[in-house]
């Protein structure tokens, strides 16, 4: 089974600092790791996904993440937060290989402070 | 269509009442996620399918739900006699394959508020 443990439901930041939430993923096989965002009432969005090419990935909104086998970590950051960034932040997993549906965390919640 | 599309938005349902929710995937997509949210949560799978395929309904919480998707494109969720641990939104999906690299595209979601 997969899993992931996103730490700290709710993270706050001054507007213009860096961003860093966290995910660690358990796996028994190769996985493929993402990140999706949710505004108030709205869907979830890609941010940025890992499967297994390079193991820094930039995505959407000047966002990055990067797989760390060694700490079983996948933690998303960006340089500088913008007011526009605070939303709901999910963390997800699935195997490299098959038709396993993703499997999300529990989420962290930005908050960004002007 | 441009994306993937959820109706109603919201929904209302007395207890006991049956509900519909309906997901719209985008033209093409092969494989189909019904996801539940509920208040302050992450997503939890239900169901997959893949065309009209049912391939994974491990995530259903009782015989009370049932999801179908007969030609392949429009899918329909259907729960009966809700009760008020129904309550959440309800998340459709859609991707273009079968394999792990594709992530997925959601709808808006159907709120559902059993009342």
């Known amino acids: 089974a997969q899993s992931v443990t996103q730490l700290g439901s709710h993270v706050s930041v001054s507007e213009g600092a860096l961003v860093l939430l966290r995910c660690n993923y358990s796996s028994s096989v190769p996985p493929y790791l993402f990140w999706y965002v949710q505004y108030p009432n709205q869907g979830l969005q890609l941010l940025l996904k890992y499967t297994s090419a390079a193991t820094l990935v930039k995505g959407i909104n000047g966002f990055e993440a990067e797989f760390k086998k060694s700490e079983t970590s996948f933690h998303l950051t960006k340089p500088s937060a913008h007011m526009s960034d605070a939303a709901e932040y999910f963390c997800?997993?699935?195997?490299?290989?098959?038709?396993?549906?993703?499997?999300f965390g529990k989420g962290t919640r930005l908050s960004v402070i002007a | 269509g441009a994306g993937v599309s959820q109706s109603p938005r919201y929904k209302v349902a007395k207890r006991g009442q049956d509900v519909a929710l309906r997901c719209d995937p985008i033209s093409g997509h092969v494989s189909l996620f019904w996801y539940q949210q509920a208040l302050g949560q992450g997503p939890e799978f239900l169901t997959y399918?893949?065309?009209?395929?049912?391939?994974?309904k491990s995530g259903l919480p009782s015989d009370r739900f049932f999801a179908e998707r007969p030609e392949g494109s429009v899918s329909t969720l259907k729960i009966q006699r809700t009760q008020q641990e129904d309550s959440a939104v309800y998340l459709c999906?859609?991707?273009?394959?079968?394999?792990?690299?594709?992530?997925?595209?959601f709808g808006s979601g159907t709120r559902l508020t059993v009342v």
């Open positions: 399918f893949q065309n009209e395929a049912q391939l994974d």
């Open positions: 999906a859609s991707s273009r394959g079968t394999g792990g690299g594709g992530g997925y595209t």
């Open positions: 997800a997993v699935r195997p490299a290989s098959g038709n396993t549906p993703l499997v």
